[in-house]
């Protein structure tokens, strides 16, 4: 037997003490393992200023523990109580335009006050002392969800104090930050730290390298309060994994760096709010309403595993419609199952839904669990226990192997990006999807990594969006061997977020004989075309001139600039010289596939494969029936041959079927 | 002789004294015999403080009177001196976002400031001593518009500390409060009222109960600021009716409330406006561009007539292009007779326009009248004699007669949707209109009630939006013998916006055995289908999904919960469970029509008919002459049977012409 | 030889010392004669409170100068130090929201503050001080295109301070402004001047006049500002022409009352951005996407012609892709030389580029120059080198001539049409535009005027938007024999802002028998059809019905007062009662240059025409090759008879080609 260890978001503290043992007893019947806890118990933790009431919570976790269940304990720090506030009204976050956002909703403090590290890490050390050593508590998440409801930019006065002190930190002279800064420009110049000012308000843009370091420093301030968390709760709780729960698609801080100093990756799992609000375009979104994106889901999961060096759970995995979307459909039936295979055969450990009951009040009482309001099962309960029967006729899987493609996704270029848009319509988090996208819907296992990860082993590296290249990582690739394609703006900008010395593409120029002579951002109403070969393929958004001794293998056509490399390169690395929408982007990438002797198959369309050591899954995302691509001799462990809409089929059998890769 | 009473509201503080007595005289001349004055002339009447002018008002007073005019005087609220201002900055407005809300236009008080309440109180006392027993002042009008540019509410701290009070009063401890508000959820618990804030400037929304509980408080507060003035009035100015200028689509405060207070209800009919803010798709918007929404006026008299308690005045009646909306078309030529008699028709006794003469300056100075700025006639001028003229062929005319169906506007429930929409997209006026324009598209009589009101004498109520459904009203309902429509959402949350204890739809479940295990909000590029036998209809925006043991008469089609039941009922009630677009609803209301045994029409297309005693009249809001479905042998005192654009038509006969109701 | 003078901007506060030289002498090398320098060297002149560094600017002037180039001095009071903002906080600029915007960018300054301008005349003493009588310097520009980022409008305590005194010297009594503003209207009366506060953050709009002197005051507080400087630098830089680079399409302040106090005007050319955020639709803008509105540019030429009273520069010309707009794309190549040539042709003595070098770092860095970032030519550099080539050419050119058709340009009517738009979607700089545009698409050259300009010696006046006009400048129209074709809203409003005696259109209806008694503004979603003969054309957004003892040369059409007059006049004035697109424009303009004797051109489709002295220029903005309608003897000094996208070609040669004016 094999499939997800599962688990359950629980709050005992909304709930009448009489359904405590009950709950959990269903919980253990229905074959979950774990329950996560209290993440916004403070104010009943210590309902006073040093207050104490830890009965209720004691008892809980005994009531838990004791019927089984594994909990994880939550540091209460995303929602301080009201009393914190009004004692200390200066731990509130200051919005960009100045304003400060009140307590009434959660994460109403700035990362940045020295009051609340304090506070935050008084009220870890007391949860951690109580409960470190108690036997059911077998993990710990901290906070919740850093970056949600855009809290870790704050524009208070301790964020600016702090921003100074960061600069000092980093520039060590004025000189060096008015020459990163430029500020010889627009008569920019300081002669002191203490005259550094936030970047918000400002008349016009600040220097990019001015709000670049505004977005790295905020990110350092969320890495260094989840340290202060990790390091209490290490040294109370030993032998107890440590995580956080990340949200998908937020880059307002290093996820990398963070989870560094965690044991263990999680994320929240939401795919049709991350459908509504996402890449696709409004045809696709109809598409897929019920099922979510067929790839935004994966590449979190495969983003978090590399996030938590091999190790990744789902804290969050909705259950039903949610709340919080601009619109909230359902999920069609038998998604919950998919989505926790998808987790599963995507390297998950754990999967815990949000949550067990339905909330009958407060802001999230739209927001499906397992069961209603009432305490009967919702859909969810039923697909938990039909996941928890499959899971019967697996083998024991080994970790997720390594891919032989890897994506680099690098927080400090998104920075970039977003410091220097040089036009509006480009967002590098769909561009970078797309690319994933292409190489997923060809069969193809791709990887996440960043600068900072080791390229050893992969045969092809993509790159979409590596603004900031760094040097180090480049000379890694090479020595890999590793073959990697870039995409436009690569290595346009220093990590003083300036333009680098011969031009773009600064660092790449070590690998590629070129250089970028001229940028445009286009209005969505214009599209450009590409030749590849006999191909014509659209381009948009954003095209480059490129002077290039390298082998030019796609022309943009038409009398301006015709014949302009749109594709270059050699046999270590190639460079794509605009953005391209997916019908672009597949011959683009099937292409570097083939390049680095990656074997693909024909377009998968709604169907999505990955494996997990022998085996085989397949998800259906599309509203009809289709064949899995499964060998003639194939085993079915889960499901068959014909995928029904939302359907799951896993298989064991080492070649695929049908087209083989060319 | 019949048709309604006509007035005009008319400004002697912008005119030369010189003017008043011809314009008087023509205002009598022309037929009418109501001026509305003075509801913007405090700094006239007083111009520095505790400093009384009323000399011009005395002599405007008595050339008005002396002339046949019967004085409709305003307190002078909606716009207090800037003297007054500048001594007690304190009244001012404050906006959601903080920012305190200057002098220079109107309506710049705060409804919780006490100085302004005192100030409110003094001025309405010194007006209504001066003028309670003047024989030329025959009714009253408080203050003006209230709730016009979003000053219901006020985020000041005079609104905090009021708010805490009315929160001390409903909940009487905090435990209550912490209970309703859900604030186990996400740390938020109280100990005491004066922790509370205004859920404004929130990091993420507040409990949709705290913020319901701000509109009801804002509502409430408005109607105590109206009923001190109306206290003062009834005791010094004695037999003269107290009214005051409603606004269409306003539902920033209980209409019903404040209309308790009242002696009648009177609304500012601007119906060209309405329709470029309204519901309308574009191409209806199109069509309807210079004659209005065919339903959302007649729906306004309907609801004012209710609000009135049968009583209902037309306090301003566009004459014309006016200034505030995002275009200003000209009524097509013809319309203000129209809506005056539309007015009539649905049981107004009096019409007043605004304004006598258009303003050469200020604000307004676009806004037309019935003369020019020089004071030659505009086109209403001569559209308003045509009704004088016209009058002379009605019979006296008895009040309007109780339709044989409701539908239930709840101003609560309109404040549940805004603190929990669960999606955008989703606006319940609209969807309201919608189901009266579905019945009124097929000749049938609406009338709108609250949930206060008895439904007795309704063979079928409507209650597309009951969301707040009170457990009186069903019951009342049920007593009365009356057959009920229910849209989605209805009695899904309970007093303290908290999901009912057995789901919703919580009360109706005494009515109806079924449950509601999910809800759907759905995205503006995906539409549902619904079966109603071999018809497939429309729905979006919203879709639940129902378990039930009553007979299902619909059911949603497609893969995705396919036959599950859109509409379902038994002999004394019926669900809609999801939105649907008009050509989705109209089937679905006729279907009801016929179920409680009211007989309709086909479709009217752009003519609408409504009946007052044995009269029958018919508007014609389209571009081409369409013919009246008047009885063979019909008598006609307006129009004839051949209705030109823009043309009205009544006539004496029983009995409809054309098919009749099946 | 012939040609525009050519120039660039030159930051040597960005480069090393070491790199001046020789980037003197390629400017000499190129033909560049000027260049520009020093706007924004505060802080390098003066990086410390009255410390000041004139070294490296003495150096930077001298090897310049030494090179032969004759330098642009600018006062350096568009960005004012850091130091100084923290010494005198209250210098910022305040947003309509109140907020204090912050250093950090440019133009941080509001124009009233009494501190920021005895700071600025300082400066501006010190520069002219040290250079006024360097023989290199040869000109000066005041500060930097006032009015970019929405900073002529500023809420501080300062404006509102200088606000009222500019209202007490405006307006005499309390009474007559009073009057003006229309105060009776809406309780709004004022007792003194200090009670008037700035028409921000109010409940609802302010009186029109209120805001209409709001603007009127701001930009007044331009031209003060500006007129300082240019005194200083009179009376120490002798003999040296001051001027200031004005911005396309900005109209917050007077341009030509900024003008009078200058030598010549200049301005800043970025076609494309233009294009971007302009007025043509998205089709349109897709076709010119890399040569810009044909018409925009030329426009602006024209205009700032008159606003130098004959001349003017070029001060920054767009080189490449710049960096500001929502899209950034790449002129096509040629286009660079194509806008010299068009500026030379239109009357501009010296075009300058911006800039010489594009920059590494800060803001601007995508914003391409002459040069790369490391030197290297860019596409511009080639460009210019091409037009100094082609100079060589041509015969010297004598200044522009007078063209027989102006069109009116008004600021305070753009302030009307801003504090009353009466609806959305009328953008009156558009509405002028189309006019210019319609004509110049029939090859006949227009001036702009303003109504303080002397229409003596044309034969057509264009009057597209004139809602303030004045009876002053009618009357030298009048005397001085030209046709008027005014546009709807011409003399709907007086100086106060209000609505004339007698109605619209007020001081025209003494050459027009004729008056408007009612207004209309229509959303997008209707059109409206005018009959002008045969032809059915299209009315949009504004209607107006007319009444008139005038020939009516067009009507409208339909059955909404259908043949109400749409065109209408006499011998000497014509009024358009509507806004019409450019389809429904064109025979409208050539109607009326008929009617004036002009002759004019079939449509050109991409081509544009223009002369200067024996020479006719022409220009294709299409995307395909295009026949120059020159005559069969023409003899070509620039390009050839067929033009190449973006081609310019150049003839001698009286008459016209192709089917001649009518």
Redesign the interface.
Known sequence: MSGPALGVCY?P??WDESLWAEDAARMVALGLTWVRIAE?????IE??PGRFDWGWLDRAVEVLGSAGLKVILCT?TA?????LV?LHPDIL?V?A????????????YCFSSPRYREEAARITRAVAERYGRNPHVQAWQTDNEYG??D?VHSYSPAALAAFRDWLRARYGTIGALNR????????????DFG?I?L????????????RVDFLRFSSDQVRSFNRAQVGIIRRLSPGRPVTHNYMNQNTDFDHFAVGEDLDLASWDVYPLGGL?HGRLP??M??RY??TGDPDQTAFNHDLYRAVGRGRVWVMEQQP??V?W??????P??GMVRLWTWLAFAHGCEMVSYFRWR?????????H?GLL???STP??AFHEVAAVVAEAQALPPLPPRAQARVALVLDYPSRWAGQA?P????CNPAHVALDWYAAARRHGVEVDIIGQHSDPEGYDLILAPDLIMADAGFLGRVKAAGAKILFGPRSGSKTA????????APGPLRAMLDMRV???????G??AETVMLGNLALPAHRWRE?VETREEVLATFAG???GGSPALLGNDRARYLAALMPPEGLLPVITGALDWAGVAWQPDLGDIRLTRRGEVTFAFNYG?DPATAPAPAGARFLIGGRVLP?AGVAAWEGSERAGPEAR
């Open positions: 709050y503290e909304q916004f118990a403070w104010a009943r309902p006073a209460p929602a301080p109580p009201k009393w009004d976050p919005a335009d100045g304003t400060v956002r009140k307590f009434g909703a959660r994460r109403h949600d409801h809290t990163a800064w430029g500020t010889s420009f627009w008569s920019m110049a300081y002669s005259q000012e970047p918000n308000n400002l008349v016009e843009e600040p220097s990019p390298t001015h509504v409004e045809a979104k109809a309403l019920r039903g419609p709340n979307a601009v619109a909230n459909p359902a069609r039936d339905q909330a009958p009040f407060a802001q999230e009482q739209y499906t209603h309001p009432d919702d859909q220097l040089q036009g509006q319509g003083e977020m300036q333009t680098p010395e011969g031009l002579s001229r940028v445009e951002s286009l209005p109403y214009h001139t009398d301006h600039r509203p809409p």
